[in-house]
Structures are given as structure tokens and as C-alpha cells.
């Protein structure tokens, strides 16, 4: 926590300082709760066929959004569960919060899941904060601040080829209705890579790649609050998002590739085919 501490401090009068310190404190507090729940009983109700909420989201969310409140009550808010519906991509300052990312893991007792808390600007992600509670493990970025994990900076990997490179990916909630082109992109991958994971928390992924431990992640249909944080996280560790065709991503772009940035071509070049198909 100290080695957090004075990685925060750094930034000082910067305007983004305070915005930065509270998502940190929101996600850290409402991560506490997720792993004082995580080993208890689980009330889960169906949102669709597989989307699936439990009380978890429901404690984190009220956990972050008092914090908000008090902190910064100016501030809109989109978040997955109780603020979810929007129309156009945003332009007044928002705050893009998912308090449970990886529900399902969450609720089968796989410790694969995080908060995800992000601030964004014209629908840009300006300050992005994904704290994995089971590992302790707290990951921020503020834009032109570089990217942090438990106050020690990352950058991506230096895998310069496909081949050997580790994947992740995940699957949209209507697979089990349209699941030919999600599996046809699965199949060129896992043929053209050294490997693929498919560990469900797309928040995580984009933290894993923004610390090099995976060197590329691909998803279609994904919220705006399950990749806000870690877009931000990739780009400021030295790495590249875009769409599948390798044209601009933001949060509110339905297909999302991300990489160390070396691999980038090769990336995009398998996944065009598949763009506004999936």
C-alpha cells in the first residue's frame, strides 16, 4: 500500500490526481467485499440465458457509487448494473464502472474476476483503475502517466511474432445462438499462436496484456465498462487496441484488438474477416 501511496503522489496538482485517488479507493474498497463474499452462499438471479448478477455486484456497486457520491457528485455515471442504458457515446465527463467483472467465475468459485473503474472524457478513457482482490493486485493508469500495478510500472511484452505468442479471448452472451463465425476465429488462432485462454473477465485480459503476461486479446459485443479501465491500461504500458480491421477503438466500439502492439498486423489480419460479423 505504501508503494501505492507514493506512486500516487507523483502525480500532485495534476487535475486528474483526485479523479485518480478515489476510483483507486472505490475499487479497493468494493474489492474487499467481493473477497469477504467470494467463499459464502450466493443469491443468483439470470439477467439472460448465461448473464448472470449475484449480491456481489450488487454490494460493490452500492460500495462504489456512495464513494462517488461523496467524492466527486458532479461526475454522471455508467455502470453495469443499476446505471446500464445509454444512447450516444457520452461526451460530458462520465464515470464507467463494472463491480464485478467475471460474475460467473465469481459465482462458480473460480477466483478469475476484478473491479473495473474508469473516468472518461468525450468517450475517452482519461484515468483507468482493475483491482483483482484474490491476488491483490491493483492496476491504475492516468492518461500520459504510464500503467501501474501495485505501484510499480508495466509495459507490455516483447513477442514479436504470432506464432509465439500467448492469447486470450472471450465469448458474447448469444454464442450458444450464433456461434460459427466466434469459433471460426477461435479455430485461426489457436492453429496460429503458441496459445489461447478463454478465462472470462475481459478486464483482466486487457490488464494481462498491459503487463505482458498475455500478448494479445480479442473479444466482440463487450460493454463499455468491461473494457474502459483496461484500454487505457494497454495503451499507456506501450501497446495497441483497435478494431478488427485496425481502425480506432473507444469503449463504445463493438470488436476490440489489443496487443503488445509488435504483433498488432498479424492480429488484425486474421481478425478482419470477422469484423461486424461476430
Known amino acids: ?30 474489492g474487499h467485499i467481493l473477497a469477504e463474499l467470494y467463499h459464502q452462499p450466493h443469491q443468483v438471479r439470470y439477467k439472460g440465458e448465461i448473464d448472470l448478477v449475484t449480491e456481489a455486484d450488487v454490494a460493490a456497486e452500492k460500495c462504489i457509487l456512495d464513494i462517488l457520491a461523496v467524492q466527486c457528485p458532479a461526475i454522471k455515471i455508467l455502470s453495469e448494473e443499476s446505471h446500464a442504458v445509454y444512447g450516444e457515446v457520452p461526451r460530458e465527463p462520465v464515470w464507467i464502472i463494472d463491480p464485478l467483472d467475471g460474475t460467473t467465475n465469481f459465482a462458480h468459485g473460480f477466483p478469475w474476476f476484478a473491479v473495473s473503474i474508469a473516468y472518461a472524457e468525450e468517450g475517452k478513457s482519461l484515468v483507468g483503475v482493475i ?120 469503449p463504445f466500439v463493438p470488436e476490440l484488438a489489443s496487443s503488445n502492439g509488435l504483433i498488432h498486423g498479424e492480429l488484425t489480419a486474421l481478425l478482419q474477416e470477422f469484423s461486424m460479423n461476430l
Open 131 to 250: 483491482y483483482a482482490p484474490m491476488r491483490d493486485e491493483l492496476f491504475f493508469s492516468c492518461k500520459g502517466g504510464g500503467a501501474w500495478l501495485n505501484g510499480v510500472k508495466i509495459k507490455v511484452s516483447s513477442t514479436e511474432e504470432l506464432l509465439k505468442s500467448l492469447l486470450a479471448t472471450g465469448f458474447p452472451y448469444d454464442v450458444r445462438e450464433k456461434p460459427d463465425a466466434v469459433l471460426s476465429a477461435l479455430r485461426k488462432f489457436l492453429t496460429r499462436s503458441q496459445g489461447v485462454r478463454r478465462a472470462g473477465a475481459a478486464a483482466l485480459d486487457l490488464a494481462y496484456v498491459a503487463c505482458g503476461r498475455l500478448d494479445g486479446f480479442w473479444e466482440i459485443k463487450l460493454k463499455p465498462w468491461d473494457t474502459a479501465a483496461g484500454l487505457l491500461l494497454v495503451e499507456e504500458a506501450g501497446g495497441k487496441i483497435t478494431d478488427f480491421r485496425g481502425g480506432p477503438y473507444s
Open 1 to 30: 500500500m505504501k508503494r501505492i501511496e507514493a506512486c500516487l503522489a507523483q502525480y500532485g496538482s495534476d487535475p486528474l490526481a483526485k479523479i485518480l485517488r478515489t476510483a483507486t479507493q472505490a475499487a479497493l474498497k468494493a
